[in-house]
């Protein structure tokens, strides 16, 4: 994807910049800011057009654990082509972290803190980061990262680490069974086995793999 910066400091790219909002308002206002900050063409796309694109996005999925799964958000940032720069404004509460799939992406990549007391801030720092990711950068908010990586101490067997890993990138039973040559019903004993472990009870409210899949640090 071909990008040069100008005298003026706009920003010269294969295609402008899209924005996609689970709120219209916030999504407008936003371009007005990246305009205004040197990135013009910026346009607002319906949030189903996500896996449809092939330029440099901005993301910014539903504030509530509940809306981000219910509106199937998940699925839409695991849509996005890995070679798309990406910035995306979003709580620590709402599992993106797993879903942009940083450990395969090739290119830049910024995770914002988009909380009531940061939204302010965020949104202020959403041009320097849409530079820097157009740059292949990666920069994530220390509140996506677990301060003590992944359930150290959890006492996940070596059997149940394997299959944890392949869970967090969005596996099926059948498809981890498949890999590791195990029937799915030994892989749903190992998967209730990691569920027990890392605390994570049968709440209908959550979904206990996205949630596992979350907190996963290879």
Known sequence: ?????????????????????????????????????????TAVVADHETAKVSTPLVVLPPPSYAEYLGGGWDLRLRGVPLDVPIVVLARPTVPVRAALQLNL?????????????????????VPSALRMSLEGGQVIDPLFIPSTGVFEGSGLTPAELRVYELLAYG????????????????????????????????????????VAASLFQK
């Open 105 to 125: 992406r090739t290119s830049g990549v910024a995770l914002l803190d988009a909380s009531s007391a940061s939204a302010v801030a965020a949104v202020a720092a």
């Open 171 to 210: 596996r099926s039973n059948k498809g981890i069974a498949a890999e590791l040559f195990l029937s799915e019903r030994t892989v749903e004993v190992h998967v209730r086995k990691i569920f027990s472990k890392m605390s994570l009870s049968d709440d209908r409210s959550m979904n206990r793999r996205v």
């Open 1 to 41: 994807m071909k990008r040069e910066f100008g005298q003026d400091g706009a920003i010269s790219v294969s295609a402008p910049p899209l924005i996609i909002s689970w709120d219209p308002l916030a999504g407008e206002l936003l371009r007005g800011h990246l305009e205004v900050e040197g990135f013009p063409g």
